[in-house]
């Protein structure tokens, strides 16, 4: 038994969810492809048009792992329910942004949008818990604090999609951490949750790695940080979230405190171009916002592959991080 699941309801759930994601995804990118709906990958020579939105396999897997887990594991009903409200409306915030585009302010206010849900079922405990400290009484700053815990992973995520296989990657380890700090820190609500969005992650990577045959798009990314968001207050791993996430969060910062603050995509200067080899350079512009792909190219010009590798070993360093985290909890 793991935290009262049994192991083969588990692996079918996250096998089922896996299959449903691997099959969609082609599927969803051809379609968006027949559409119109593609996108230029600069950091190609060729500059290939490659389908986007691709993230909406994500979305429907997500609805389809949750109604499962509802299935298999009916006491968890209203947990499910609002996590995947959470998901639902940060990928309807994400949709419009693919196809109409979002004033740089109202995104954010629209995702705040998404802790909704969350507060009005009441399913969060204002008690985190700290290492070495425990659990904690934070009544008011919580409740505060939650429109944050859904829109900064949201924002965090969309941030780091600039690269292929970028935003899948990392969120991939990062689920697969939560998934198993839930274990150490027996939140089943957790457990459950972040094994439909790892398995998820895993089957659209396999599309969206280096070289990408479709991107997420805002639908996609947005929709997988809020799901991080709300798996981190409904199963109540709020600090594990934080310290997985912190490379996507710290690279959201780097670019909003380097640009002085939201602006509009049009109004920000490129912070990398690339060059004829196929290399990607670091600009010398000083307007040019200062982002995590900046500064990994800040000694020399990289190869997109190469980048990644340093955006993955970034997200393990922090995935131990956050295990040794769960486990300093009492």
């Given at each position: 038994m793991l935290l009262g699941f049994e192991p083969l309801q588990l692996f079918f759930l996250f096998f089922s969810s896996f299959i449903v994601c691997f099959v969609l995804t082609p599927i969803v990118m051809r379609k968006m492809k027949q559409v119109g709906i593609v996108g230029v990958d600069v950091h190609k020579t060729d500059k290939p048009e490659i389908p986007e939105m691709g993230g909406l396999s994500i979305v429907f897997t997500l609805i389809f792992g949750s109604f499962l887990s509802v299935v298999?594991?009916?006491?968890?009903f209203e947990e499910v329910m609002v996590f995947?409200?959470?998901?639902?409306?940060?990928?309807?915030?994400?949709?419009?942004?693919d196809l109409r585009g979002l004033n740089a302010l109202l995104k954010p206010f629209l995702l705040v949008l998404?802790?909704?849900?969350?507060?009005?079922?009441?399913?969060?405990s204002p008690h985190p818990a700290f290492p070495f400290i425990g659990k904690t009484r934070l009544t008011i700053i919580y409740f505060v604090l939650i429109p944050l815990v859904v829109a900064?992973?949201?924002?965090?995520?969309?941030?780091?999609d600039v690269l292929n296989g970028a935003m899948s990657g990392t969120c991939a380890i990062i689920a697969g951490t939560v998934l198993v700090c839930s274990l150490i820190l027996d939140s089943e609500v957790g457990l459950l949750l972040s094994l439909i969005l790892f398995a998820s992650l895993l089957a659209f990577w396999y599309f969206n790695r280096y070289p990408a045959r479709g991107f997420a798009g805002d639908t996609g990314s947005l929709s997988v940080g809020a799901a991080l968001g709300g798996i981190a207050?409904?199963?109540?791993?709020?600090?594990?979230?934080?310290?997985?996430?912190?490379?996507?969060?710290?690279?959201?910062?780097?670019?909003?405190?380097?640009i002085g603050g939201l602006?509009?995509?049009?109004?920000?200067?490129?912070?990398?171009y690339l060059m004829p080899d196929g290399y990607i350079s670091a600009t010398e512009n000083p307007k040019a916002p200062?982002?995590?792909?900046?500064?990994?190219?800040?000694?020399?010009?990289?190869?997109?592959?190469?980048?990644?590798?340093?955006?993955?070993?970034?997200?393990?360093v922090s995935a131990v991080l956050a295990i040794m985290t769960a486990l300093l909890i009492p």
């Open positions: 298999l594991f009916s006491e968890y995947l409200a959470v998901v639902l409306i940060a990928a309807f915030v994400g949709i419009i942004d998404a802790c909704i849900p969350v507060i009005l079922s009441g399913l969060y900064v992973p949201a924002n965090a995520a969309n941030m780091i207050v409904v199963g109540s791993v709020e600090i594990v979230v934080l310290v997985a996430m912190m490379p996507l969060i710290m690279n959201s910062f780097y670019i909003l405190a380097s602006k509009e995509r049009r109004e920000i200067e490129r912070p990398t200062l982002t995590l792909t900046r500064i990994f190219l800040i000694r020399r010009p990289l190869k997109e592959g190469e980048i990644l590798k340093g955006f993955y070993l970034l997200a393990l």
